[in-house]
């Protein structure tokens, strides 16, 4: 057993090292600050635009491994994290909208908004940045600006959407899209870690209710795990209502894990595993072909979404690190059946031993449907999460072994 | 030659009838009057969200065919296209509307609008609809309706689009996209056709301006079309300035062609075959798979639209067109084996033999990826549009040799 979980531990800690490498050398914009992330297989610079999620997360992520791995405790990776994070200060919030949160989702390569969503997620990433750079530079300033904007977050999800500038129509009543809860879970986790009680205690309620909200999505009797449900936990009609986004449940899966570890609900963590890790993955993984599909229709329905039996990378890393997480705790043998499942297809098919870091499409049949290496939602985040995540598990538990 | 052209007529008449048969029989909701169009394989109804851009085309198509060709003037194509056209007065423009000629995108079954779009689509399909059904009803107010939505459509393209609601943007520059004034020009020849010369000469301005803006798409000294040029008719940086879509420049092609025709531009109906039409098959046609890609990089980087490599059903019923329009004209033989390439792959690639009707959208290497007939943005108007008109051009064609 441990000879295995040694041969994950070397080739994920080499594979983070190659993935790190990439972005160091290809992603910098020296000239402007922030990162490019339309990046081809070699590395090559396709597009220039500087889409916020992506500035974001790249932030968060350089500034996570610079804090907690040794290695990587360089100041160039510093010195990027925090031109990334003076990119996004100067440029991300929209100074024309008519809140002064409201970031934009894409930027020009010299900061000029292109386009504005009427959703949280730009601002989510922004608050992932700033939490995470503080933490590095130790600037309480920074940490304020991350909570201010996270009351707005808040305030915009529980309280009045009004504010992200979507006209309210009567035909679209309001749901529960699952990534809301996600999203805001995974940044009440990011601005509490290791605060101590006064911060803990101001999200405590917050992050209760962001895991009854995700547990709404739990439908059929405990059979399927639906992307969308009504506000009050009901499923809707139609396709909307029908469907199923596997990577996703698993990455609530390992939230909501890591939430009931945290705060000792032994029986969420059971809820996570049995519903969020097993049942995606019996509706979702391709006896076929191997890999989890991206999306499905509960009913078994076609979906409407052209690549719904692609093979994207993203949804094979929250696999990872959910059955490696809930492997690590628990020591249930199926739990790293699971895991092993998944890594063999992910090695074998999205990782370039060529040039690096993961392709991020693949079709039905394993085939590199796109090759670039980033794109507009692909950049420096589910990968290295991944990786870095693995890595600190396997050390804990093969330290656990001697 | 003739016998070959036989063949033609008689597959895509036998095509035509099956595929106008599954709407009628699947497609009308006679409780709340429209389209379902979201159809399974079988013509099961898997979601009742009415999309106004299907609704307008279906209407359009009925009348189309009720008034051009004589086995379709049945007094059921006739009543369901009213219901869809009164369905759409009732309920297409959106009531919050800042602008009272505002369309929605998507509406509930019973007509409560669900998605607004900032782009002028909805209100073109609106347009179209109108207009040729008060041609078979002679319903002059609709007629007017039309023109007045089509003042409203101009005003926002060529004057302000403010009223489109979209947030201008300071990295967000002005953008010819070819869907525009594509769009436009279509209206132009739909709302002119046969209305005398008052009309014709209202409209002439914009229809000469229109091909003006598609011109502007022959870039890399005429050997590519690109999607989207500055309004200047330059080339734009990044993804957006490379693309290319195959299909959307053969549509082009004989919207032009059929325009030069009108108004006796040979020049022009030269360019489109050269340009709209022999370009996009040189770049776009699959010479492993066979089969038109749907969307391209001119520098051959991969796009980052998804379904880049995938076989959409519309581009193939473009080409069709286009290839048999200008072959007809100018019978040169080069154009009729175009048409012959895409005949063969179309009717052995997306045609269901089992259950009538086509899919949609096939993988590169031509399996079927998604199983439906009709989805949010697949109703009853590419291939009942492109087959009409296929075999009304080779009734003419038969006509002559006789």
Not at 283 to 288: M, N, Q
Not at 316 to 321: F, G, R, Y
Not at 338 to 358: K, L, M
Request: aromatic share 12%; hydrophobic share 35%; glycine share 8%.
């Amino acid at each position: 057993m441990s000879t295995k979980l040694e041969q994950y531990r070397v080739r994920i800690r080499t594979e983070l090292d190659r993935v790190v490498d990439f972005w160091l050398k290809y992603s910098h914009d020296t000239q402007y600050g922030g990162f490019f992330t339309c990046l081809g297989k070699e590395g090559k610079i396709y597009d220039e635009l500087k889409y916020v999620w992506l500035q974001g997360r790249q932030v968060w992520m350089y500034c996570r491994l610079y804090r907690t791995m040794e290695r990587f405790r360089k100041p160039e990776i510093l010195e990027a994290a925090k031109s990334g994070g003076m990119f996004l200060q100067r440029f991300a919030r929209v100074p024309s909208s008519s809140n002064p949160w409201k970031c934009a989702f894409c930027l020009t390569r010299d900061g000029k908004p292109v386009k504005v969503q009427r959703t949280i997620f730009s601002e989510c990433f922004y608050i992932m940045a700033m939490d995470e750079l503080s933490r590095v530079t130790e600037d309480k300033d920074m940490q304020a600006e991350a909570e201010q904007m996270m009351s707005q977050l808040i305030h915009w999800v529980r309280v009045d959407s009004s504010g992200l500038g979507r006209p309210q129509l009567p035909g679209d009543t309001p749901v529960n899209s699952m990534a809301v809860p996600m999203m805001l879970l995974c940044l009440v986790q990011q601005l509490t870690e290791e605060r101590g009680q006064e911060v803990a205690e101001k999200y405590r309620e917050v992050g209760d209710w962001c895991v009854k909200q995700i547990l709404q999505h739990v439908q059929r009797g405990g059979t399927a795990i639906l992307e969308s449900v009504t506000t009050e936990g009901k499923e809707l009609p139609g396709c909307q209502g029908r469907l199923q986004n596997p990577g996703h449940a698993l990455e609530a899966g390992w939230f909501l894990f890591q939430y009931g570890g945290l705060h000792g609900d032994q029986a969420l963590q059971q809820t996570a595993v049995d519903k969020f890790m097993e049942v995606p993955f019996l509706s979702g993984w391709d006896k076929e072909h191997g890999g989890l599909l991206y999306f499905l229709d509960v009913d078994g329905y076609c979906p409407t979404q052209l690549e719904w039996s692609m093979k994207l990378w993203w949804p094979h890393c929250e696999a990872l690190i959910a059955y490696l997480m809930a492997y690590s705790q628990t020591k249930d043998s199926a739990l790293l059946e699971r895991f092993s499942a998944v890594y063999n297809y992910t090695f074998s098919n999205f990782s370039d031993p060529e040039n690096g870091e993961w392709f991020g499409y693949l079709t039905q049949e394993g085939k590199v449907a796109l090759d670039f290496k980033g794109g507009p939602f692909k950049g420096f985040f589910h990968v290295p999460r991944c990786l870095y995540m693995c890595e600190q598990i396997l050390d804990r538990l093969l330290d656990e072994q001697i």
